[in-house]
């Protein structure tokens, strides 16, 4: 009680009774009756009373100081709590992947290795993020290596100028019917391609392998059911195999990152048409989803918008995901709102990728878009292949690498040697190899040249192969259904789905997947 608290304070800093009325204006034995409980100090007193001794009426009152005064709340210095902070959405706590993307991009920064994994491995806190802020500006602007061979340009008039010179005939679109067809596939197949790796997404291969064998299901042909898995299987995988969505247990296709990110392409071109600007798109990111629907390089783009950082500026700021994975996943509407033109599905997709991602982080989803605008009139998969690049700079990384799969592939390199050297190069272990862009693009593309077509081998194969299973076996199937559309999918493959795909967008929830197709084939006929 305050008598007795008063009572503390008064000898703790060594005052008298007679010295405490002294300092309050009162008579000693108001001071005597305060603390034998025979009275309370009015009002003004105790507020006098806590500031003397930097106290709160809290702990005056009720012993329990869970507040502080206002001075005490201007004179301390108010911090978050570090340790709770998500990875997405702190620079300081995944460094070395801004080192190893610096190294990628040619930055001459190797001599700071040495102070990256020293603030590295720092414990979380004030300090630490100070250290990072630093590491931030200095990096920064730090200029190219001499001897680096790549020239990556990130703004759409340099990307054009640096695209090679690749043309194609792309004058002779579908039919009405077929397209229909096409697009039908196209939505069909990304879903279920998605759907195929969503219950491994994140699973290493050396545990994927042997599950699929462990089921009967290895070269993998099929969905991997959970009828097929029990607890003693379970307990088998560090990989927790349990609680995902089997095919053989939903009533549609789930919630998917995948998904949601076609179906918010399709609302954001519904409402700013065809020249939606880059803030349209964060605009409609912020208004449809919680941020815990988006990861990595979104994730931080995200944060950035509210922060007040605006496109471009949002995908540079405090971003070491600017080049993986999370762009290319998002362009599939681009390329299949644009049947016969590349270079405006791959416009588009830019402008879509320039919010959250820079150089090949951006012609990720600028390949596919336009790799699926080809694919509406080409059949070959090759050139459909071709047409992709061609939007893209051939003094890119990722069109070095594409190529060279390709070269190696007209040269007889079979499929178990081309996914293999794709390990080689890019290790799963690691998140900067599993969720780049050039890991996960080699494996598109690898299995779009080995699949030869076969919707059920190609999606197999991209989720088969690791990596970022769910994303590549959705692009994959997107592609190969625009090219053979909806009568190259067998129906077991969209049997589970129910003509329904769930979402995590506001306002939107589950859609019918055949109103879908009709509202894109309402945005392929509009100007």
């Keep these: 009680m305050i008598h007795n608290r008063l009572c503390e ?11 405490l009325a002294d300092v309050f204006g009162v008579s000693r034995q108001a001071v005597q009756k305060w603390e034998n409980g025979s009275s309370v100090p009015e009002i003004g007193k105790l507020i006098a009373i806590g500031k003397y001794f930097h106290v709160s009426m809290d702990l005056l009152l009720c012993n329990d100081d869970t507040r502080t005064t206002e001075e005490l709340r201007l004179n301390k ?14 620079y300081s706590i995944d460094l070395m992947t801004e080192y190893k993307q610096c190294m990628d991009e040619g930055r001459d920064i190797e001599k700071l290795k040495p102070l990256f994994e020293a603030v590295s491995s ?6 630490k993020e100070q250290f990072s802020d630093v590491i931030f500006n200095m990096v920064f602007n730090v200029p190219q290596r001499e001897d680096y061979a790549f020239y990556e340009p990130s703004t759409l008039e340099e990307i054009q100028f640096s695209r090679p010179d690749l043309t194609f005939n792309l004058s002779n679109l579908p039919s009405k019917e077929l397209l229909q067809k096409k697009i039908r596939g196209a939505w069909i197949g990304r879903i279920c391609g998605c759907l195929l790796g969503k219950p491994v997404e994140c699973i290493k291969t050396n545990e994927l392998i042997p599950l699929l064998k462990e089921t009967n299901n290895y070269p993998m042909y099929r969905y991997i059911r959970q009828a097929e898995l029990s607890e003693e299987l379970y ?10 969505l089997y095919p053989d247990v939903i009533s549609c296709a ?12 399709s609302y954001i071109i519904e409402h700013f048409g065809k020249d939606f600007k880059p803030y349209d798109v964060a605009k409609t990111w912020l208004e449809k989803q919680h941020k815990d629907a988006f990861c990595t390089a979104e994730r931080i783009a995200y944060r950035n918008f509210i922060n007040g950082y605006m496109p471009p500026d949002s995908a540079i700021y405090k971003n070491p995901y600017r080049e993986w994975i999370g762009a290319q996943i998002r362009g599939d509407y681009y390329g299949y709102i644009n049947p016969g033109n590349p270079e405006g599905a791959a416009a588009m997709a830019w402008r879509d990728a320039s919010i959250s991602h820079t150089k090949n982080g951006i012609y990720g989803e600028m390949f596919v878009a336009a790799t699926l605008a080809g694919a509406v009139v080409l059949n070959d998969i090759k050139q459909i292949i071709q047409c992709g690049l061609s939007q893209i700079p051939k003094t890119s990384r990722l069109f070095a690498r ?26 799963e272990n690691i998140s900067h190899g599993w969720c780049h862009i050039l890991s996960n693009a080699e494996i598109v593309v690898a299995a779009l040249l080995y699949g030869n077509l076969d919707y059920s081998k190609s999606i197999c194969m991209a989720v088969e192969a690791g990596f970022d299973t769910d994303c590549n076996g959705a692009t994959v199937g997107s592609i190969i259904g625009m090219i053979n559309g909806i009568d190259g999918i067998p129906a ?33 006929n509009v100007n």
Excluded at 407 to 422: L, M, P, Q, R, T
């Design 492 to 524: 077991e493959w969209y049997k589970p789905i129910h003509d329904t795909l769930d979402t995590s967008l506001f306002g939107i929830g589950k859609v019918k997947i055949s109103d879908m197709i009709d509202l894109t084939i309402k945005h392929i």
């Design 122 to 127: 720092l414990p979380q806190g004030k300090e």
């Design 77 to 90: 210095e108010i911090t978050p709590n570090y340790e709770s902070m998500q990875i997405w959405e702190s």
């Design 9 to 19: 304070l008064r000898k703790k800093n060594n005052l008298s009774q007679e010295q």
């Design 254 to 265: 789930p919630v998917d990152d995948d998904t949601n990110y076609t179906v918010m392409a």
């Design 402 to 427: 594409v190529t060279s799969l390709m070269d190696e592939y007209e040269k007889g390199v079979s499929s178990n040697e081309c996914f293999a050297k794709i390990h080689k190069l890019y290790d």
């Design 235 to 244: 307990g088998r995988y560090t990989f927790n195999i349990n609680n995902h």
